[in-house]
């Protein structure tokens, strides 16, 4: 049975299955934000860590981080990359971990997936007080034109919608705390398909919808005066860190 482009459940399970796509596509994320975040070594929780690129940031700013993400197949990938980082194959809103074991959480590109006030309460109950939860999206610069059009190729016909909204962890943490860092990330125009087909709508759509899609992605990268005959572009983020403190 093919996974329902409509169904949030089919949308996160469909990174499994494409976890190597997934590592060599997607961007990681600015050192501005971890050391904002979390300025001194902690013992850190990155939660739906995937492939590791959140992971990979902590432990290079000298953290002790712990690993937990729903899906083996993601799960795999980061530790074939980490082998040195604890990883658990978990659900957010049931963590293998201690009461009060972590300082910090860190949920990178993947809180739009969750239970939230499951996840939350779960949350709350393994950092300890006065602990920190940050959660973090990556977001394309869309005020660029090509960008722009990039990301209206990507999401038409996605019923889901997107990603920015205020996290509500709970009443167990404080007011929210927004910070947004702006970075370029240096893409291929052709690495625009497979970045493109990373995305979990487009990773479910039959297979004639996924082709057309990405043919789209293709005409573009070769048409756009600001891609044709690049060999490298910058593609800009807006990086949104929300930053809670544990009660």
């Known amino acids: 049975m093919r996974p329902d482009p409509a169904s949030h459940a089919d949308r996160a399970a469909s990174f499994g299955q494409e976890a190597e796509l997934y590592a060599a596509a997607r961007p990681s994320y600015p050192d501005a934000v971890v050391a904002a975040l979390l300025p001194a070594p902690r013992r850190v929780l990155d939660l739906a860590a995937g492939t590791g690129k959140m992971t990979a940031l902590l432990v290079a700013h000298g953290h002790d981080v712990v690993a937990v993400d729903h899906s083996p197949g993601m799960l795999d990938r980061l530790t074939a990359a980490l082998p040195g980082v604890e990883a658990h194959v978990a659900p957010a809103e049931a963590l293998p971990l201690p009461e009060a074991s972590v300082d910090a959480v860190v949920v990178a590109q993947a809180w739009h997936w ?79 398909r497979a970045l493109a087909a990373s995305r979990s709508h487009v990773l479910t759509l039959p297979e004639a919808d996924r082709a057309a899609l990405l043919d789209r992605v293709d005409a573009l990268a070769r048409t756009h005066p600001d891609l044709a005959g690049r060999t490298e572009v910058p593609l800009p983020y807006a990086t949104d860190c929300w930053r809670f403190t544990r009660r």
């Open 114 to 192: 969750f239970d939230e006030p499951a996840a939350g309460a779960e949350i709350a109950r393994v950092l300890r007080p006065g602990g920190v939860l940050g959660v973090v999206w990556n977001l394309w610069d869309e005020s660029v034109d090509w960008v722009a059009r990039f990301a209206a190729i990507v999401r038409h016909g996605d019923v889901l919608g997107g990603t920015k909204h205020t996290p509500r962890p709970g009443p167990a943490f404080g007011p929210p705390e927004l910070t947004t860092t702006r970075w370029d990330d240096t893409v291929t125009p052709a690495g625009l």
